[in-house]
Structures are given as C-alpha cells and as structure tokens.
C-alpha cells in the first residue's frame, strides 16, 4: 500500500492506535532524546511521536515511526513483514541464479515485474514552497546527545548519481549542520555514496546531491536497506509500495526527489575542496563515534511541502528505533542469502548487537565444518562484510530468541575446535578495532558435531519429551483447576 505523504502515515498511525501527539513545545536540543528514548525503551518500542511544537522551528517532527514489528510493517503497508520475503522468494525462487551477479540481476528483475521502476513527472508537492533564502533553522533538526558536536539530520534521503553510468544511489546517511545552508555529509567509506564521491573526486567534477525528506515511509526505509550498488532503491520502494515513485527534477540541478516528499535540500558537494573533522555523535553502538574527517555538503535550494512534517530517529544505546528497520531488511532480504546458501534457515541480528555486531544464523547441516563455510561466505557478502561475531547454530534453534541461542553456544562449542579468528573490513562506525574500517571478526560453530570433526565421542542427544506423553499431560493438565 502506498501513502500519498508522511503526513497520510501518520493519520494512518493515529488510526491504528500507534501515535502520540506531544502538544507542549519541546526543545529538538536533547530534550526530543529523552522523550524519544524513554518511548523507545518501553516494551515493543512503545508508540511514535509527533513533536506538534518544536522550540525555534516551523514544522513538526515524527520520530520512532518504524520503532515496532507493527509500525514497521504498516509503513510497508503489509500485515507483517515476512509476507514481503516470502513473495521475494517465489520470485527469486522462480528461476535460481547461478552466480552471486546472477542473483543481483535477477533481483532488479523481480522489482521491475511489479513495475515498480520510478517514474519522471512535471511537478511534486514537495516543491510547493521554495524558500527564499535556504535556512536550515526553519527545521527541528536535533541536537541527540550531549557530546554530539551539533544539530544532526537523522533520516535523510541523499540522493546522487554514479557519474559514469547515471545510475541512482538513495543512502540514509546522517548530516551534521555547519551552518544555515551548509552540513556535513557522513557516506562512510565503504558506502556507495562515497563511491561516487571518490569517482567525482578523479574526474575534478562538482558532484550535485539532493537530499530527501519524509514522503512515504518506504523511502527511508529502502535508502537503509543494504541493496547492491547499481540497484536503485527508490526500485525497492516502488516494489514494496506496489506504485511507481513519482519523482521530480530539482530546480538547480538534474538529480530527481521523490514528488511526494515533505523537504528537498538541493546542492552539491565540491570533491576538491578540503574535507573537516565531523562528529562526535551518539552512534548505533551506543557510544560516540569519534571525529573523522568528511566532506561538506552546500545547499542552494531549499523547498517543502506545505503540511510538511520533518522525520527524525535517534540512535544510541540498544534498543532502538533503527533495530526494527534492520530486523525487516533482514526479513526481507534472507530469500536473497538462502539464494546463495541454501543451507541457511533463518538469520537474526539481535538488538545488542547493534546490526553487525552479532549475526546468529540456523543451518541445515550436512557436512563436516558446513558451519565455517557459511561464516566465510557471509563474511563475503555486501555490508555482512561488517559482521564482528557470527555464531551458527543447528535449524532447530530459534535464532530470535537470545537465550536458547546463548544456551547451544555454551553447551556445544569447544573453543579450540569450534572458534575461527579472522580480520577484515569492519564498520567504519567500531570504536574497538585497533584501527578505523579493519579489525578481526570472530566465528563460533555451535552446532552439533559429527563425524570428521574432530570428535572422538558420539554426540548426545537433546533432553527433550516424549510427544506421546506431552499430549497425555495437556490433557490431563486441561482438568487440574489453576
Ligand atoms: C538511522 C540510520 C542512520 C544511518 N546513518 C548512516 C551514516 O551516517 N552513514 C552511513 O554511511 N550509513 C548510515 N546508515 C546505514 C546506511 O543507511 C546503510 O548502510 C545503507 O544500506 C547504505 O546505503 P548504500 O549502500 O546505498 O550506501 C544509517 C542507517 C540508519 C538506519
């Protein structure tokens, strides 16, 4: 289902039950945190916020939108998100890729059979207003946390172009406001929006950006799903929106924004000029991601809807709004790893893990070390690259629940034989690896042994009841008063 706005979606979150509006003025200087985060640390993530009055700006703000299984799922406009991999599935399934390339192909293929390819139109409510002079000011931007080094814009489209082949990247990258018109551009390293940038870099050419805001809560989720570069996310959206995006030409150069979106800041980074030191900020892992140098991003052209809401996230100590985000790419995207490895039977990244701090996933096993040859392959694939500790269970253990996960670990590894060290590139945003973007990563096989590996003894058996004697029992339980 497709919403028309951020402003629909939140109408459709208030009708759900989903919402609570917060009347009184808020300062978006921390004091948006702690209502967000105290909401967001309430069991299920508690509900989303519309901040009706922000201290010092004209729009409101929406925050912790995606931050249940619920509001997730209705900002993809499906009762659940699982419905969503298991149509991927079929139609991955309908004709198996032979080779990794294979696979990506086929995916762009699978959105285009939705025609959920975007589509140009002549003009978009979200360049109803252009502001006469760009002012970042007018918006709620926030200041998160205390040692943040400013205000940062949490849950930006930013919008560029591969200037080799045209082809459109949408990445979620966060922006650290310099000045009215002027904020940092955070594309980590290993990131396609950094890609281009470093392509942009070579050719000595000025590289147009448009950054997106609000619209249909689809957009912000596909530009944090980690797609292949080359795949268009607004693809994505327009697939799980099941409607095309329409999308507009901004005004002072040719990069398109979804039409329908709440604000556009247009502009363009300058890959030669010299890069400044951006953060500190209160990161996904729950702590301050130290200052790195990055580029600036200049502003020419500022335009808004009228209803314009302002979307907003905070990130920091687990858990959080964006472990819902990351839970539904992985929903959704696991028909795309069982492609490759079809021994894989679920994946989960649990919140303390902070997304790639900690995979847990269930195999099928049939051969001796099969554990290990999945680390390695997972290790290779996109952004799980990132992955600190993978541990692998057998397909009986339910990976999404921490403590039977944590119960095979210790019971079934022997740390000599069942642990493997390796190094690799590693999240940009790890204060724990000696230096920034490499460290070792850890792979722990906690699944049954079996012959070939190195084990002497037979493996025992699980403690489990007799099934007969479970149903007498349920039975005979059903007539004991409680
Ligand atoms: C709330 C939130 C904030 C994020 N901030 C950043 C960021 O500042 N820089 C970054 O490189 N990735 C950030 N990410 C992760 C990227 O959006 C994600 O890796 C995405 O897949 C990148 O897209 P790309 O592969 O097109 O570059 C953030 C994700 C979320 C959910």
Redesign the pocket.
């Known amino acids: 289902m497709a919403y028309d706005s951020l402003h629909d979606f939140v109408q459709k979150l208030a009708a759900a039950g989903e919402l609570k509006r917060i009347a009184v003025e808020v300062d978006p200087i921390l004091e948006i945190t702690e209502i967000a985060d105290r909401e967001m640390k309430l069991p299920q993530g508690g509900k989303a916020l519309l901040f009706e009055k922000c201290k010092g700006a004209q729009f409101p703000l929406l925050i912790n939108a995606y931050g249940s299984a619920k509001r997730m799922a209705l900002a993809l406009g499906v009762e659940n998100v699982d419905d969503i991999a298991r149509e991927l599935g079929g139609l991955l399934k309908a004709k198996p890729p032979t080779s990794f390339k294979e696979a990506i192909a086929l995916l762009g293929t699978a959105f285009e059979l939705r025609h959920a390819k975007p589509r140009s139109v002549k003009s978009g409510l979200c360049q109803e207003v252009v502001q006469s002079k760009p002012d970042l000011a007018t918006l709620p931007i926030q200041k998160c946390w205390p040692l943040d080094a400013g205000r940062f814009i949490?849950?930006p489209l930013v919008i560029t172009r591969d200037p080799d082949t045209g082809a459109r990247?949408?990445?979620?990258?966060?922006?650290q406001v310099i000045d009215e018109r002027t904020t940092f551009m955070?594309?980590?390293l290993?990131?396609?929006?950094?890609?281009h940038w470093r392509r942009y870099r070579e050719l000595k050419k000025r590289m147009p950006v448009a950054v997106a805001l609000g619209g249909d809560p689809v957009y912000?989720f596909a530009?944090?799903?980690?797609?292949?570069?080359g795949i268009d996310?607004m693809m994505l959206a327009g697939y799980l929106r099941k409607k095309s995006v329409e999308m507009v030409k901004c005004g002072t150069n040719d990069l398109e924004v979804p039409a329908d979106c709440d604000f556009v800041l247009e502009g363009y980074v300058d890959p030669e000029e010299k890069l400044d030191l951006e953060g500190p900020?209160g990161d996904?892992t729950g702590y301050y991601t130290l200052p790195e140098p990055y580029p600036k991003f200049h502003i020419e052209r500022i335009t808004h809807r009228r209803d314009a809401v302002y979307p907003s996230?905070i990130?920091g100590v687990p858990p959080m709004?964006?472990f819902y985000?990351?839970t539904a790419?992985v929903r959704i995207f696991l028909p795309v790893f069982q492609m490759n490895f079809n021994e894989i039977v679920d994946m989960a990244l649990p919140a303390e893990g902070v997304f790639h701090n900690l995979v847990v996933v269930s195999i099928k096993k049939q051969f001796p070390y099969h554990a290990m040859k999945v680390m390695h392959g997972l290790w290779g694939m996109?952004?799980m690259m990132f992955t600190k500790i993978i541990v692998v269970v057998d397909e009986d253990v339910d990976v999404h629940d921490t403590r039977e996960v944590l119960f095979r670990l210790c019971a079934n590894i022997d740390p000599d034989r069942d642990v493997i060290f390796t190094k690799g590139p590693a999240d940009?945003?790890d204060h724990a690896t000696p230096v920034m973007g490499f460290g070792s990563k850890i792979g722990i096989d906690a699944t049954h042994k079996i012959k070939g590996e190195s084990n002497t003894r037979p493996w025992p058996p699980l403690i489990e009841m007799d099934e007969v004697v479970k149903k007498r029992m349920d039975e005979l339980l059903r007539h004991v008063a409680r």
């Open positions: 949490c849950l990247n949408v990445g979620c990258y966060r922006m955070h594309w980590q290993h990131k396609t929006g950094a890609r912000a530009a944090t799903a980690p797609l292949p570069d996310e900020f996904h996230t990130v709004e964006d985000m990351g790419s996109g952004q940009v945003l």
